[in-house]
């Protein structure tokens, strides 16, 4: 049987993009499969990206990043136009960075030619066969045959599923909805909201250099017996928050929902998955994170493809045993309790919904004053919630 | 609010020849519901009386939500070979 290369990784995003310079690196002959005209052009994110793992990899003087993010505000709207609201400030961070995928990723993968790597883009995989010690891949270009795959495509994992091995549910995605706004802002800021229509999910807006990214990450399967259409939640949220300016771009794409208990399968003979794909994504409330762990787990399989490579083909489990060992799964792991809370009702609408009535009591002065704890008490017993529950909630969020 | 249509408008897509969604609208006729109608961020289905559902791909910004918005297992979604190009992403 002969081979088109030691290693093909299908998808040149952030995780084949890394694990493609891994594998090069690693002296192993390397191609990518790329369905869009160029790496970027169908790849959408928030987005803030914590550079640590980047940092790690590449030279990144000269990378597009928009803004470095300094200020973090949180908002959470409970309705009636009441809202609360926090900020954090800090002008020494330099963890992360606002980016655009569209010129971000097409960087990225130019600093992976130079290194050697080979990109076949316009090349969509539309199949993939196991055939004689290795897997065969279907694409408009004809076919392509290696002993050892990575799987970068994304979140919809095309590969996985074409093999049998996964089933694509509502209740572990998420849809991203997002514009970017011609309007620019002098300060890089993240904006975290929530309490959005009810829905489960959360907004952001981040500041580039000369425009804003604003969107909302909502459970898809809250979206299917919803009463706002996908299709209009952007534009409502944008004016909820009140951002004006001229559309530049309109876009969606989804997001894995897994969380660390729940994670696909990572590795089959022949095949290693790694990012979106492999579902790393961590969102605790506070922070969203992918792009840091698609990267991170590109490089821990580029380094994988050498010793599978060396040893078998066919057992690939050292690469799970890897990623055990990198933050990847280390900050999945601690993110699971906050995670599993966040697909909650109670989180969204009800705990919001509670802190502003006693909140805007407190503020309220007409008379009748009570204490906190009597307010609290009140408006717990109002919304039908369980008080014993409220504070699990929060020593799991916390914890 | 910017309507749907203005803001599809502003993207740059290749549109390919055949559509890349197949819908079995035998199913569409008698589902009442339409959770793919809530589901799709681009407008993609239209509820049809007569036909059930019509299918606008040229819209589609390839989510992927098509693979699961579909309860009934009325859809069958593939990438398409052009489709939509990110300036911005
Ligand atoms: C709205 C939104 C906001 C987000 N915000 C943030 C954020 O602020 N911070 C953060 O860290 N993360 C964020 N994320 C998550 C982040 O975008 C992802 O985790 C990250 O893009 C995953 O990278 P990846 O390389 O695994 O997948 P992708 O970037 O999706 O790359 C997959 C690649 O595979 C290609 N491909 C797919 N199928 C095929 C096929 N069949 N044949 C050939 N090629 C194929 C695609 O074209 C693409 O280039 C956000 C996501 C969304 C949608
Ligand atoms: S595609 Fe599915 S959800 Fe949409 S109308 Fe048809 S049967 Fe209903």
């Avoid at chain 1, 559309?247 to 897994?258: D, K, M, V």
């Avoid at chain 1, 504070?391 to 969020?397: G, P």
């Avoid at chain 2, 803001?7 to 020849?17: A, G, I």
Wanted: net charge neutral; with cysteine; hydrophobic share 40%.
């Amino acid at each position: 049987m002969s081979f088109d290369a030691d290693v093909v990784v299908v998808g040149g995003g952030l995780a084949g993009i890394s694990a493609a310079i891994t594998a090069t690196r690693e002296g192993l002959s390397v191609i990518v499969l790329e369905r869009g005209d160029y790496s970027g052009s169908k790849n959408v994110a928030g987005g803030r990206m914590y550079i640590h793992a980047l940092k790690d990899l590449v030279d990144i003087s000269d990378a597009p990043l928009e803004r470095k993010v300094e200020r973090e505000i949180y908002e959470v709207y409970c309705g009636n136009g009441r809202k609360i609201s926090f900020s954090y400030e800090d002008k020494n961070r330099v963890d992360s960075y606002t980016v655009l995928r569209a010129k971000f990723d097409q960087w990225f993968a130019k600093k992976a030619e130079e290194e050697g790597v080979l990109f076949s883009y316009s090349t969509l995989v539309s199949n993939a066969r196991r055939e004689k010690g290795g897997i065969t891949l279907e694409t408009n270009r004809g076919e392509v045959r290696a002993p050892l795959v990575i799987e970068a495509d994304g979140v919809t994992a095309g590969i996985s599923r074409y093999l049998g091995l996964r089933n694509l549910k509502p209740s572990m995605l998420m849809l991203g909805v997002k514009e970017v706004i011609g309007t620019a802002w002098d300060e890089g800021v993240a904006r975290t909201i929530i309490g959005f229509e009810g829905l489960k999910g959360g907004g952001f807006v981040y500041s580039n250099r000369d425009t804003l990214s604003i969107g909302l990450t909502v459970k898809v399967d809250s979206l299917q017996g919803s009463e706002v259409k996908a299709q209009d939640i952007v534009e409502k949220f944008r004016e909820m928050i009140g951002i004006e300016g001229p559309i530049l771009e309109y876009s969606a794409h989804l997001i894995p929902y897994y969380g660390y208990a729940n994670l696909p399968q990572l590795n089959a003979e022949n095949l290693i998955v790694t990012g979106d794909a492999a579902g790393f994504l961590i969102n605790d409330g506070f922070t969203i994170r992918g792009m840091d762990l698609a990267i991170e787990s590109g490089k821990v399989a580029g380094k994988a493809a050498k010793l599978i490579k060396d040893e078998n083909y066919a057992d690939t489990s050292i690469y799970v045993k890897m990623l055990e060992e990198s933050f990847v799964m280390r900050d999945m792991k601690k993110a699971w309790k906050s995670f599993s809370l966040l697909g909650e009702k109670r989180i969204f609408s009800d705990y919001p919904k509670v802190l502003c009535e006693v909140l805007g009591d407190m503020f309220l002065v007409n008379g009748e004053r009570r204490t906190l704890r009597e307010e609290l008490m009140e408006k717990i017993k109002e919304e039908n919630l369980n008080l014993t529950q409220m504070v699990l909630d929060l020593v799991r969020f916390i914890g | 609010m910017v309507d749907l249509i203005k803001r599809l408008s502003l993207n740059k897509y290749t549109v390919d020849k055949e559509s890349h969604i197949q819908v079995n609208t035998q199913i569409c006729k008698t589902c009442k519901d339409k959770p793919c109608v809530k589901v799709c961020p681009a407008g993609t289905y239209e509820p049809d009386e007569k036909d059930g559902l019509i299918v606008h791909y040229e819209r589609c910004l390839e989510c992927g939500a098509a693979l699961v918005a579909c309860p009934y297992g009325a859809l069958k979604f593939r990438f398409p070979y052009g489709g939509i190009s990110y300036r911005y992403g």
